[in-house]
């Protein structure tokens, strides 16, 4: 008795954590469909030289907006998209890691990979700079 309640547990938890891992692998598709979207406008604002001022949709209902100011706002929830993103990427790595050792499968390899900054970027080409 004791052994099936330990095991249902154990399945309880390994299903929890795969459904965090789920909800945030579908959260962020949606944010980066968000995110694609605001930049198709980004592309007609910028591209539209015609008007001074957009409508904009928030909720239901339609606002008249300076271009530069919806511009401005549309820039704004792509930083902050582009953040929620960030951090449920980093959070993802460690659901992923916490259910594979649910599992009993390894830690996945190369799984904790970070790219290189600007600076390093920089630094990198003025090595092969120097050795050619």
């Known amino acids: ?65 300076p271009k530069e100011k919806a511009i401005e706002m549309i820039k704004k929830d792509q930083q902050q998209l582009d953040q929620e993103i960030n951090t449920l990427q980093n959070q993802l790595k460690s659901k992923v890691n916490h259910l594979n050792d649910l599992q009993g499968k390894p830690e996945l390899k190369g799984f904790n990979l970070v790219p290189l900054t600007k600076d390093e970027m920089q630094a990198v080409a003025k090595v092969f700079q120097r050795s050619s």
Do not use: H, P, W, Y
Not at 6 to 13: D, G, H, P, R, S
Not at 19 to 25: N, Q, Y
């Open 1 to 65: 008795m004791v052994d099936q309640q330990t095991v249902l547990q154990f399945l309880a938890e390994v299903e929890e954590v795969a459904e965090e891992v789920l909800a945030d692998k579908q959260q962020m598709i949606d944010l980066d469909k968000k995110r694609n979207r605001n930049r198709e406008a980004l592309r007609v604002l910028q591209n539209d030289g015609e008007s001074s001022k957009v409508k904009m949709c928030f909720g239901n209902m339609f606002i008249k907006l």
